[in-house]
């Protein structure tokens, strides 16, 4: 199975500073088709994940442009430019590449 | 909007069968591909397994057999059936849409297994 590594799994971030999280595959995540599906999540307490990023870069409808993704490889970032306090949540990396799907350990977002 | 939500017992006895429905709306179940998650006490996301309307079904190796997915084109629902419960399958169960990319999910149900 494809263990997908994030870092840091906490994270204090002063209102209004960057921050940044990674998330590292074990395997290339390359699809057949030539899309790398790594997507990520946010979860807030008490709700389900909510996407932020598909295939590395694509942001969701509604998502607001402080949010960027990159990536290649193994290696991938997820940014925040100007963190608010409703970013507050767990952040997760997910592979859709190889079978089974899988999923960072979480990176827990927290205001200092 | 695309809309999902699990519905099934909320607390299920070892040894027996976790039966758990998803209702969506908003899309069609024979459109896309449908998964289920699962969130361990403590730990991560699972990936169970997910289902296309052709046939097309695939599960984690993980759980060994135990688990069955159907759909059901005529009410717009998808089904998850994972048998010989133990307390380790205690979990908030997620259904999702498209797996690759899982675009929408639902709220989520909390099953316990417990005597």
């Known amino acids: 199975d494809v263990v997908m590594t994030q870092s840091p799994l906490s994270l204090p971030v002063t209102l209004g500073q960057p921050a940044s999280i990674s998330c590292r595959s074990s395997q290339g995540l390359v699809f057949s088709d030539g899309n790398i599906y790594l997507n990520w999540f946010l979860q807030r307490p008490g709700q389900s994940p909510r996407r932020l990023i598909y295939?590395?870069?694509n942001r969701d409808s509604g998502v607001p442009d402080r949010f960027s993704g990159s990536g290649s490889g193994t290696d991938f970032t997820l940014r925040i430019s100007r963190v608010e306090a409703e970013d507050v949540g767990v952040y997760y990396c997910?592979?859709?590449?190889?079978?089974?799907?899988?999923f960072g350990q979480g990176t827990k977002l927290e205001i200092k | 909007q695309v809309q999902l939500q699990e519905s099934g017992p909320g607390l299920v006895k070892p040894s027996e069968t976790l039966s758990l429905t998803c209702t969506v709306s908003g899309d069609s179940i024979t459109r896309v591909y449908w998964a289920w998650i699962r969130q361990l006490p403590g730990k991560g996301l699972e990936s169970i397994g997910y289902i296309y309307y052709t046939g097309i079904i695939m599960y984690n190796p993980s759980l060994m057999g135990r688990v069955t997915m159907s759909l059901d084109t005529s009410k717009n629902q998808f089904s998850l059936k994972l048998n010989s419960v133990t307390a380790a399958d205690t979990a908030v169960y997620f259904c999702?849409?498209?797996?690759?990319?899982?675009?929408?999910w639902g709220p989520g149900i909390l099953v316990t297994v417990s005597s």
């Open positions: 295939m590395v870069s």
């Open positions: 999702a849409r498209m797996p690759r990319q899982l675009s929408h």
């Open positions: 997910m592979q859709g590449t190889h079978w089974p799907f899988s």
